[in-house]
């Protein structure tokens, strides 16, 4: 095998979890091949670099071996070199920050137990 379709290679070095999310990769123009933008069906060679952008991280591969069957997670290092630098593997260990905004009693929409609240007291002058 000699040359093998970039968004089958992506999704059988496990980049993807499917054929069809590669291919939506490649046409939104996520996927770079040798320093240029591909379509699904650009063709891969042995020691091609391939740069993949999946927010919040920008992964580069260099093609060790061209395979076109999904690999076991164990086996991709036998058909890929990752270039991806260490800065940009640090992002997925990056702390995420929630914010969360404390409302003051009586400001905004009554939370639902306000809202029993009021009924059982509009219940009460009722009745």
């Not at 740069?51 to 076109?68: G, I, M, N």
């Not at 086996?75 to 702390?95: G, I, R």
């Not at 409302?103 to 059982?120: N, V």
């Amino acid at each position: 095998m000699d040359e093998v379709r970039i968004d089958k290679f992506l999704w059988s070095i496990r980049a993807f979890k499917t054929r069809s999310e590669a291919t939506d990769a490649c046409n939104g123009g996520k996927i770079r091949l040798n320093g240029g933008d591909v379509k699904p069906s650009k063709l891969v060679h042995r020691g091609d670099e391939i740069v993949v952008r999946k927010p919040p991280v920008t992964y580069t591969y260099k093609v060790k071996e061209l395979v076109d069957k999904r690999q076991g997670a164990k086996l991709v290092s036998d058909f890929v070199e990752n270039l991806t630098p260490e800065e940009e593997l640090q992002k997925l260990h990056a702390p995420v920050e929630t914010f969360f905004l404390k409302r003051d009693r009586g400001t905004g929409r009554p939370t639902k137990k306000d809202r029993r609240q009021m009924e059982a007291l509009w219940d009460e002058l009722d009745g």
